[in-house]
């Protein structure tokens, strides 16, 4: 598979990208186009050492930038030779299998969509991150931040999408579906969660899915579902909400280990139990997040990303361009598309 990354979009580019894109071809042999401003792509490999360009390692010059400041409705006519625009020009024309950026959010899935296109049948593309649960696996919230507006259906699609995604790269042969909601009961919530409701039960009759009714967000940590299907404000605000208590248990671990002798002595005796759970709990070791229902996978890395998270995140995307799951997916959305909310 051949990886197109974006070498210009993150807050540590072109370093990190370029090194992480290094790492990543050396490591798993992955076959990767750096696409960019070509002179200060090659300059970051000198400053690293690296005098010439590794085998399957390939420039793709590009001279402009897309700024998180630019509106991303405009980025295909104002940034059109940005390295963002030119990667996704790239992969839509075959001339790689995925592609990788951290920059813009907004301006990715707008290029994503308009560029590389949905899925047919696909209403809105969705983040859907996977987080790690007490049960030992990951939890798919989808969606995290795309649509912060939705309707029923679009949370129906993002069902049937996080299903698919959870079968495809965690394993998992029947993943449980739940809905975020404020109770378990299937009255709680707006109109829309109700409606929702209704939904996806009704795929779930059908087979396409098994839905296991509303989850609260303190359950979601817990394990108590595969999937997490919510639009992307509420999305958001849950995964902020666990990344932010991962970072203060993280914070007050530390407190208590270093506040005697005989802490630290006991920080020796688990320091491998410890260092295990907080490589858990570090994005850079996942890599970014796929923009599902797009028909090619396009990768969003974290902005501050640095060399082992863009290493990562090549590794997802081409663990994603091998496992595709586009066709599956068109299949489930011509059974729904007659399905109706009341």
């Known amino acids: 598979m051949k990886i197109i990354v974006d070498a210009m979009g993150a807050d540590h580019s072109p370093q990190a990208p370029v090194l992480g894109a290094i790492a990543a071809n050396r490591d798993f042999g992955a076959q990767i186009v ?30 402009d930038v897309v700024d998180m400041h630019d ?11 940005s390295s963002m625009v030119v990667g996704l020009k790239m992969l839509a024309d075959g001339l790689g299998d995925a592609f990788v950026s951290a920059g813009s959010t907004g301006a990715l899935l707008t290029g994503a969509t308009l560029l590389v296109k949905r899925v047919r049948g696909i209403r809105r593309a969705a983040m859907a991150p996977a987080v790690p649960n007490k049960a030992g696996g990951k939890t798919l919230i989808i969606d ?8 029923p259906e679009f949370l129906l699609q993002f069902g049937l999408v996080g299903s698919l995604q959870a079968k495809v790269v965690h394993g998992i042969e029947s993943p449980r579906v739940g809905l975020l909601n404020i109770g378990t009961e299937d009255s709680k919530g707006t109109d829309l969660q109700r409606q929702a409701y209704a939904l996806l039960t009704e795929a779930d009759g059908q087979g396409l899915l098994h839905f296991t009714g509303n989850v609260e967000a303190r359950d979601v940590p817990l394990g108590a579902v595969d999937v997490v299907v919510c639009d992307g404000f509420s999305g958001n605000v849950l995964l902020k909400s666990i990344e932010g208590t991962a970072m203060f248990m993280g914070s007050q671990m530390k407190r208590v280990f270093k506040r005697n002798l005989f802490s630290k002595l006991g920080y020796l005796l ?34 501050s990303s640095d060399e082992l998270a863009f290493r990562n995140a090549i590794r997802q995307a081409d663990f994603a361009a091998a496992h595709p799951i586009a066709g599956d997916l068109e299949q489930m959305l011509a059974i729904v598309k007659d399905f109706r909310h009341d």
């Open 270 to 303: 688990c320091a491998s139990g410890v260092k295990d759970m907080m490589k858990l709990l570090d994005y850079r070791e996942i890599g970014g997040t796929e923009l599902l229902g797009i028909r090619k996978p396009v990768i969003k890395a974290h902005g």
């Open 71 to 81: 509106d991303p409705s405009t980025i295909l006519h104002k940034r059109k030779t």
């Open 34 to 63: 750096l696409v960019g401003r070509g002179e200060e792509i090659l300059r970051a490999l000198r400053e690293s050492g690296i005098r010439d360009l590794p085998e399957g390692v390939e420039i793709a010059n590009a001279d």
């Open 144 to 151: 995290c931040g795309a649509n912060a507006e939705c309707t």
